[in-house]
């Protein structure tokens, strides 16, 4: 059974960093298709704010480009969300998702809160 288990969530200043980590049980991460973190804020739709296909590639939607970053270790079997230089907008539960094409998993997600 996959299981993803997010953790480095919390509170942070505007312009601070935060790096969250996704820790998958069950399955090789490498096996995924694409794996991503998605977020989502109160009142508002999931949406997608990085993505890391299984050949490596990235995507990011312009509001996180160029402050946030995907990576992967499959030796830990854990995916990252390095984000920098955050702002109150990026006050979210953060989740992430593996795909395998036909099924997709979800994390339970973690809380960032970004306030002075």
């Known amino acids: 059974q996959v299981q993803l288990v997010e953790s480095g969530g919390g509170l942070v200043q505007p312009g601070g960093s935060l790096r969250l980590s996704c820790a998958a049980s069950?399955?090789?991460?490498?096996?995924?298709?694409?794996m991503g973190w998605y977020r989502q804020a109160p009142g508002k739709q999931r949406e997608l704010v990085a993505a890391i296909t299984s050949g490596g590639i990235t995507n990011y939607p312009d509001s996180v480009k160029g402050r946030f970053a995907i990576s992967r270790d499959n030796a830990k079997n854990t995916m990252y969300l390095q984000m920098n230089s955050l702002k109150p907008e990026d006050t979210a539960v953060y989740y992430c998702?593996?795909?395998?094409?036909?099924?997709?998993?979800w994390g339970q997600g973690t809380q960032v809160t970004v306030s002075s």
């Open positions: 998702n593996a795909g395998l094409g036909t099924y997709d998993y």
């Open positions: 069950g399955r090789i991460i490498r096996s995924f298709l694409i």
